[in-house]
């Protein structure tokens, strides 16, 4: 059982994909009992209205399981984008790393430290 | 009849056998009108009067005093084109460049009234034919200079927009951007876009805006600036304002701009401090005071 989950975003996100990535990460965060999940979108170059809503959901239903969920690697071009759809993701955690990231996640949580997280590629 | 054939044929005429004569008058009309002594040389004036000259007399040859748009006047236009755009670049006055050819009604009315001393009709048809005629390319003419002042603009624009918004990393991990003058939407796109990409760069995660160099906030400076912020939070970093003046401070409230949970700063040094301490950095005296 692992603390964190790991996504890595690496393909360009379409909206049937987004919808598998809800399902298995909420599944998995209730098999394995995570309590950190890292989003990474750096790979992440095109973005839309929907795409910008399902990272939201995502974190939101993280936070609902119980896990905290940091996106991290926004490119600018993104965060432009997301910015002027209004989609400003209030309470998303957010890195500019999965480094920093898993800091991020460590210091806000009260779990023994732990390495050996589970990775998850999507 | 006022205007026909014969007004046009009369012109050209008129043009043509008169051309050193209209050329010397011409060239001592502008030369006393030019303010600016020495800004062009006689030479350089009278090779540009001899050059529209000829170019004026073969467009008007076939009578056609009418349509700018033909191809006889083609020539004409692009010759004036490049005369009123070196004198907007060398800084005359519009009605400096507009003068050159106002300047050649004169001479050119004289030298229809000689030829047609004794013909009253055909004088008062030449002559409101060249005005015709005259007042078009002048009006040509200014269009070209606000055309060529406008790109000038333009372009300083432009130059300003790159000067003006440069990203400074103070110390590790920490940006600062000190913005100056007023932003605007385009601005702020730069502005917002190489703030971001610098962060991104060094990867920073504290960015003060400085905006002691901005002179007013309206609603819209406020909502880019916290456009701004909101991006650079959307990728992990912690974004400060500071260098707000009062007035500035008091603007904001009346106009009931929230600035939500962005922390704000008085000066740029308090900025850094918290900076400094969000990064667990602190900055010490080595040596005693004198």
Known sequence: MGDFLLVTIQVDMHDRLAMTLQDDLTTKISQTGAFGVLIDISA??????????????ISSMSRVLDAQTVVVGMQPAVAITLVELGLTLPGVKTALDVEKGMALLRETMVVPESDDDDRQDI | MIGGEAGKMALYQATQDNTKELLAEWVKEQMSTISKQGAIKEADLRDQCDTFLHLFTSAIRHGNTTDLRTSEWDAVL????????TRSEQGFSPSETATFIFSFKKPLFTALGKTYASDAPALASATWESTAILDRLGLYTMDVFLKTRETIIARQQEDMMELSTPVVSLAEGILALPVIGTLDSARTQVVMESLLQRIVDTGSTVAIIDITGVPTVDTLVAQHLLKTVTAARLMGADCIISGIRPQIAQTIVHLGVDLGDVITKATLSSAFAVALQR????????????
């Not at chain 1, 973005?47 to 959901?57: A, E, L, P, T």
């Not at chain 2, 990064?279 to 004198?290: P, V």
């Open chain 1, 44 to 57: 992440l170059e095109i973005v839309d209205s929907f795409i910008g809503r399902m990272i939201s959901n």
């Open chain 2, 78 to 85: 692009r010759y004036l084109n490049e005369i009123s755009a």
């Open chain 2, 279 to 290: 990064k667990g950095m602190t900055i010490s005296r080595i040596k005693a005071q004198a």
